[in-house]
């Protein structure tokens, strides 16, 4: 059992991030959709499920019941996967050394946005799974420059109360099109 596969059986959030919500509504054309470390709760898959759109889970865990296992850094797990009008990161790819957004790029349909929530380097929780330093995006100008490849890109920020881990997150919300 990976450290993911023990986290996973812990209760998961109930609700999709409000942001991303929002995101969905001012883009009514997109349909399909891939949620990147989709994890156990499902509240992003369930949230487009309900309002008939077509989201992909995709998770390296088999406790997370993805619709495809796989790693986001293994080049054949992009290869098993089609193109999407949306690829939604939220709280995965900060985990993920290197993250693969040349891949994530290719795999976006023509007009297609990357949606990233990830934590600011000063959010209250520290990334122990790993027993290791943790990867957190430091600035937005990093953010930048590791999205170059897309053709667009808008960095906002969101705050809000985490009660599982107990306190304030701030996270950046990037939207990057293709
Ligand atoms: C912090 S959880 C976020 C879950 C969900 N996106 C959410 O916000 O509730 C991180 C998820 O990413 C998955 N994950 C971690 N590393 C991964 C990798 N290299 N490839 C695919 N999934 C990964 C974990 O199994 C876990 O489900």
Partial sequence: MNIWDE???KPQA???????VRFVK?????????DIGCGSGGAHLDFLLDHDLEPTGLDSSPAAWPDVLGD???PDTWD???TFD???????????????????????????????????????IRDELRSRSFVRFTSEVE??????????????????TDHRHGGQVKSYVVEATK
């Fill in 80 to 82: 098993r996967l089609g």
């Fill in 14 to 20: 109930e609700y999709p991030c409000l942001e991303f």
């Fill in 143 to 160: 953010i930048r420059e590791m999205l170059e490849m897309f053709s667009m890109i808008r960095v906002g920020y969101s705050e809000y």
């Fill in 26 to 34: 001012r883009h009514p054309r997109f349909k399909t959709f891939l």
């Fill in 7 to 9: 986290e996973l059986l």
């Fill in 72 to 74: 986001v850094q293994d």
């Fill in 86 to 124: 949306c690829i939604l990161d939220h709280n995965t790819l900060c985990h993920v050394e290197r993250p693969p957004f040349d891949k994530i790029h290719d795999a976006l349909n023509p007009g297609g946005i990357f949606f990233m929530v990830a934590p600011t380097e000063d959010t209250c």
